[in-house]
């Protein structure tokens, strides 16, 4: 089997990834197998494997590959898995998900990136179910999720999504202003009497587009 200058590339930004921390063999595996070079324009395939985000059109980014592996790392996907991604844009990292073996669900509010996302996805044989809408009411048919990872900056945790995690999943999410969001992971449990439990981690600072919604920013000036 021939062996292309991307394989490379892309088994540089593996070793790049463990360098930086990330530590989960099965993230690092999906992310190996994943060919982030047709998630970009042609004009752009050059620099997929550099560990940055890149621009997808409609003033939105491929998310910086570091933050795809630091959060899907949060998020603790098993195959089988019933994950509902907010905001589709290339629809990379709803691929990173497929490889882990999860039924993936993913909304995307921009509807030219919602329709160019479904087209790679379906070329590049990833099964994804996709819905065109506001992602902070989440996805109300499929619930109950094992997880929910965001990929916009919210200023705070929306309620329809905590309402549709299944018991002990995971709502991994940027929350923060407008510059800077803080990287958190909600986990809904049960206390011994039944009583709902949503508990918070805290991660580090990163910097996301903005999540445009009902339980969201207002408009992209982040307002
Ligand atoms: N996960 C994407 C990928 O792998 O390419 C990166 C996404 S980009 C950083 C954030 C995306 O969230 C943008 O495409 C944006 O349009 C979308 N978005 C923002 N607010 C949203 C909302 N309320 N519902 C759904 N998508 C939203």
Partial sequence: MSVSLQDFQRKDLIKKLIESGIKD?????????????????????????????????????????????????????????????????????????????????SVERIEQLYKEAG???????????????????????????DGIIVTAGSPGLPEALLKQLGDGGRLVIPVGDRNTQEIWCVTRTKDKNGKEIFTTEKYQYFKFVPLIGEEGWENADGR
């Fill in 25 to 105: 063999r099965r993230v690092l595996d999906a992310m190996n197998t994943v060919k982030r070079e047709l998630f970009v324009s042609p004009e752009l395939r050059r620099f997929a494997y550099e560990n940055n985000a890149l621009p997808i059109g409609s003033s939105q980014t491929i998310s910086q590959p570091y933050t795809v592996a630091f959060m899907t790392e949060i998020l603790k996907v098993e195959t089988g898995d019933k994950i509902l991604e907010i905001g589709t844009g290339s629809g990379y990292q709803a691929a990173v998900l497929c490889e882990l073996g999860a039924d993936v669900y």
């Fill in 119 to 145: 087209s790679i996805l379906k070329k590049a044989n990833y099964k994804v179910s996709l819905k065109c809408s506001d992602g902070t009411k989440g996805w109300k048919d499929n619930a109950p999720y």
